[in-house]
């Protein structure tokens, strides 16, 4: 119902930056929150950060002052800057939306995931 299209993982030194997008498309109404997540081989997802259309945003501890969630409503599209990677960082990122459809119904997908890499 709701289609994700990330982009902007990558390789990065320790201290660089990346920032990751996820566009959003589908028959969408409005919506509620895009998040965040991330997941290291042999650990659970973790959520890092999300937002709500009213751009209340959530961090977890581990990336606070470090990364910056944002959100283009007009686009569907959320934007994740990451900023003093550490190698601990090195994960799949994911892209969840929560949303709720032109039909009536409510949705909640994820995106593919985006590698991110931070290594010197």
């Known amino acids: 119902q709701v289609q994700l299209v990330e982009s902007g993982g990558g390789l990065v030194q320790p201290g660089g930056s990346l920032r990751l997008s996820c566009a959003a498309s589908g028959m969408i109404f409005s919506i509620y929150v895009m998040g965040w997540y991330r997941q290291a081989p042999g650990k659970q997802r973790e959520l890092v950060a999300s937002?709500?259309?009213?751009?209340?945003?959530n961090y977890a501890d581990f990336v606070k002052g470090r990364f910056t969630i944002s959100r283009d409503n007009a686009k569907n599209t959320a934007y994740l800057q990451m900023n003093d990677l550490k190698p601990e960082d090195t994960a799949v990122y994911y892209c969840?939306?929560?949303?709720?459809?032109?039909?009536?119904?409510?949705?909640?997908?994820w995106g593919q995931g985006t590698q991110v890499t931070v290594s010197s």
């Open positions: 969840n939306v929560q949303a709720a459809l032109i039909s009536g119904e409510t949705d909640d997908s």
């Open positions: 937002i709500t259309r009213r751009d209340v945003t």
